[in-house]
């Protein structure tokens, strides 16, 4: 790969509709869901507007190809 970051991303799994599961690998970094609970905990405190948009980003599916 040779980069210090890799996903593997199995959309629609057991055949249900929005099932997701992601299996990541990182060399030296912090896996980015601690880092964006981090950054949600620090919006909750000092940004509302990236609150919601951390929120938003959250419930939008249509990167899966099922759901679109």
Do not use: C, F
């Amino acid at each position: 790969m040779n980069a210090g970051v890799g996903h593997v991303t199995m959309e629609n799994i057991e055949n249900k509709e929005g099932l997701t599961a992601v299996i990541s690998v990182y060399d030296n970094q912090k896996p980015a869901h601690l880092v964006l609970e981090e950054l949600y905990q620090w919006a909750e405190k000092n940004n509302e507007e990236v609150k919601h948009l951390i929120e938003k980003m959250e419930q939008d599916m249509s990167w899966n190809s099922k759901i679109r």
